[in-house]
Every structure is written in C-alpha cells, then in structure tokens.
C-alpha cells in the first residue's frame, strides 16, 4: 500500500526552542501509526503543522499524492485529515449530540443562505446530519448521552465524543493526541477497541500516545521524537529494543 502522508524535512521553530528539526516521516494507507517521545518532544508542534494551525518553518507534507497547503487548517479538514486535541476541546454549552452535528457541517452543502432561508433541502440535510451524529454518537457508544452537555460528561466520555466529532468529517487520516491519557485501566482498554475498529472501517490512525503498552499493542509502526528530531520510524518490536529510544524515552 501506497503513502497517504508523506512529511518531509518539516522544521518548526519557536524563538531558540527548535520544536521539529527537519522531521521526515511517511505513514502508509490503512495502518496505525505511532508517534511517541518525551515531555516537549514536538509530537503536538507536528499535528498543529499538519492540520494546518502552524506554518512550518522548512519542509512540508504532501497528501494522497497533492501538496498539503499550508496554514489552512479548514483545507486539511477537506482533504481528509482530522484530530482531536491533547486539551480537550469541545463546544462546553452544547450537547454532545451538537457537538457532532458541528463538525459535520465540513461535509454538507447548505451555507448560511440556506440555513437561514430554511429550504426544504436545508431541512432535509439537516435532518441527515442529525441521523449521522445519532449514528457517530452509537459508533463511540454513548449514545445514551446524546442530549446531556459536553462539560457534564465524563472525562474518558469527552475524549470519545471528541473522537466522534472529528470522524463526523469522514476522515483518511485521524489523528489522536493523547486519547487515553486521564483514562482508566477499563476505558483505556475500551479506546483500544474502539481505535482498532476504525481502522478496520477503512480510516488511518495517526496515535500520539504516552501509554507505551498501549502504543506498542496497536501501532504497526512508531516513529519516535526527541528534542525534536526523528530517532527511528519502525515496527514495535525493532523501536522497543533500540539503545537510543530506551535512553531517550523508554528507560532501562
Ligand atoms: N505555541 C508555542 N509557542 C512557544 N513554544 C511552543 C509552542 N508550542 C510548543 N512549543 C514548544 O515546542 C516544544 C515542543 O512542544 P510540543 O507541545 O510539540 O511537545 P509534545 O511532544 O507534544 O509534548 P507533550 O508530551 O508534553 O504533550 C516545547 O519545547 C514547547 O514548549
Ligand atoms: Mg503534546
């Protein structure tokens, strides 16, 4: 299978913090990909470039074989790359259901003409996106919780409705920022089921990721981070017994 991401020499820098020295990393249609490294590694920078919140400072990423433009962060929700954040971010007042319903609309035709003129295809489509968030909600399972808002749900709760929000744009590549952390034993293992089944519907994982056994379980292959730099991008068994990734990050 072909590359559906190809990163190539993306640098970022901050001030003097150089928060991705020339990071070249490519990451196959279909697979879990891994990306893990200590505290301040750059994991977070990559995505923020990536989904178009950052301009890179070198390099750039090429998508499904097209040039990924950058800081745009609405043409790569187009494109077919979503996320969801390391702090959760969700729409605090509004219900979970809504939530869904809002990242839809990257998909949907109707602008804001047509909602307010309230047309009969507007409706309808509405009435779709309603049905597709019902069906998102079911897919993350909590269904139950359709109509109760983001802030009162539980932590793991948010964290899959965030997930759901960001499949409601029907993505290639999905990309997780720390989606277990603050997560317990049973819900971390429920993640795992939950991620393994997207990728089986047919959508790529990007997992940035600070539970090793998790990461190490799922992913076909890491890449590793430090200071900024790519140590190694390789499958799980090679990554685990390399000298540099445990001195850097995995410890003796
Ligand atoms: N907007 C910003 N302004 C200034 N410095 C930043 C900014 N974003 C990130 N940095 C710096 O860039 C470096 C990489 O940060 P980043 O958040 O990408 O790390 P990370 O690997 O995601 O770490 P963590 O595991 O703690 O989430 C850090 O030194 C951080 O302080
Ligand atoms: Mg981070």
Redesign the pocket.
């Known amino acids: 299978m072909g590359a559906l991401l190809e990163a190539r020499a993306v640098a ?1 820098h ?2 003097g ?4 020295r020339d990071v070249s990393l490519s990451i196959r249609e279909g697979e879990i990909y891994g990306l893990i ?12 470039c990536l989904t178009g919140l ?1 301009v890179p400072d070198g390099g750039g990423f090429e998508f499904s074989g097209a040039p990924l433009q950058a800081n745009a962060p609405h043409q790569a929700a187009e494109r077919g790359i979503a996320r969801t954040f ?1 702090n959760i971010r969700l729409f605090a007042n509004m219900t979970a259901l809504e939530n869904v319903m809002v990242g839809r609309h990257v998909r949907t035709r109707a602008g804001v003409l047509g909602a307010m003129l309230q047309t009969r295809a507007t409706r309808e489509e509405e009435a779709a996106i309603r049905q597709r968030a019902e069906a998102l909600l079911h897919y993350v399972r909590i269904e139950d919780k359709a109509d109760d808002l983001a802030k009162n749900l539980s932590y793991g709760d948010q964290r899959r409705l965030e997930i759901a929000r960001a499949l409601a744009t029907e993505p290639r590549l999905l990309c997780l ?2 989606p277990a952390a603050g997560m317990n034993a049973t819900e971390t293992e429920e993640l795992r089921e939950l991620i393994e089944g997207i990728r089986k519907d047919g959508t790529t994982i990007l997992l ?1 990721e ?1 539970d090793v056994k998790l990461v190490m379980g799922l992913c076909d292959r890491v890449a590793v ?1 430090d200071y ?1 730099a790519l140590v190694i991008e390789d499958v799980p068994a090679v990554v685990q017994k390399d000298q540099r990734v445990i001195e850097a990050y995995l410890g003796a």
């Open positions: 970022k901050f001030g913090v150089k928060a991705l490294g200590p505290n301040g590694a750059g994991k977070t920078t990559f995505f923020n950052y390391q920022d720390e940035i600070h981070l900024g």
